[in-house]
T-cell receptor
């Protein structure tokens, strides 16, 4: 059973729309949750982290965590073409980080 | 500039050869990690180290070895026992293994000749 699962996409949204990315995890004891953005051929860069149930906002990005349902999501408001990338969900469980396979997002001008 | 550096950017390995990937950080982070990424796949943990002179195997350690003689450095050796080494290798670090966020280096792409 995979620790972290994401819809691989591709997800396409028009410029200015809201992009919604979802992630589920299997271990109820997971402690910390992260979203990374990865451009093609580049290394992942951190967008946001969240530790507690609820929403956390940072600029155009909002992370949402629901531990009871074991899912974490990322909303990108006012999507821009520069947001086109693969988004990786990561979960800290035990003493390791586990990564999903990523969701490919394309923002259409 | 503070950050994580990896070298080389590209590395070519001949069959039967051991190669070493460099990872250095000047962020004063305690924990360091090595991941492998294959096309269309997530990151898989090879080895991690929470403190100097100590390291633990990740999910896919076979065919790899590491050392942690200095806090700043965590080199990865891909041995000849690793039969399918072609991948994008990422080094990461964090203040502690735990809630602290991981930051990634730019990566090394390993190709087999």
């Amino acid at each position: 059973q995979k620790e972290v699962e994401q819809n691989s996409g591709p997800l396409s949204v028009p410029e200015g729309a809201i992009a919604s990315l979802n992630c589920t995890y299997s271990d109820r004891g997971s402690q910390s949750f992260f979203w990374y953005r990865q451009y093609s051929g580049k290394s992942p860069e951190l967008i946001m982290f969240i530790y507690s149930n609820g929403d956390k906002e940072d600029g155009r990005f909002t992370a949402q965590l629901n531990k009871a349902s074991q899912y974490v999501s990322l909303l990108i408001r006012d999507s821009q073409p520069s947001d086109s990338a693969t988004y990786l969900c990561a979960v800290y469980t035990g003493n390791q980080f586990y990564f999903g396979t990523g969701t490919s997002l394309t923002v259409i001008p | 500039d503070g950050g994580i550096t990896q070298s080389p950017k590209y590395l070519f390995r001949k069959e039967g050869q051991n190669v070493t990937l460099s990872c250095e950080q000047n962020l004063n982070h305690d924990a360091m990690y090595w991941y492998r990424q294959d096309p269309g796949q997530g990151l898989r943990l090879i080895y991690y180290s929470q403190i100097v002179n100590d390291f633990q195997k990740g999910d896919i350690a076979e065919g790899y070895s590491v050392s942690r003689e200095k806090k700043e450095s965590f080199p990865l050796t891909v041995t000849s026992a690793q039969k399918n080494p072609t991948a994008f290798y990422l080094c990461a670090s964090s203040f502690q293994a735990g809630q602290e966020t991981q930051y990634f280096g730019p990566g090394t792409r390993l190709l087999v000749l």
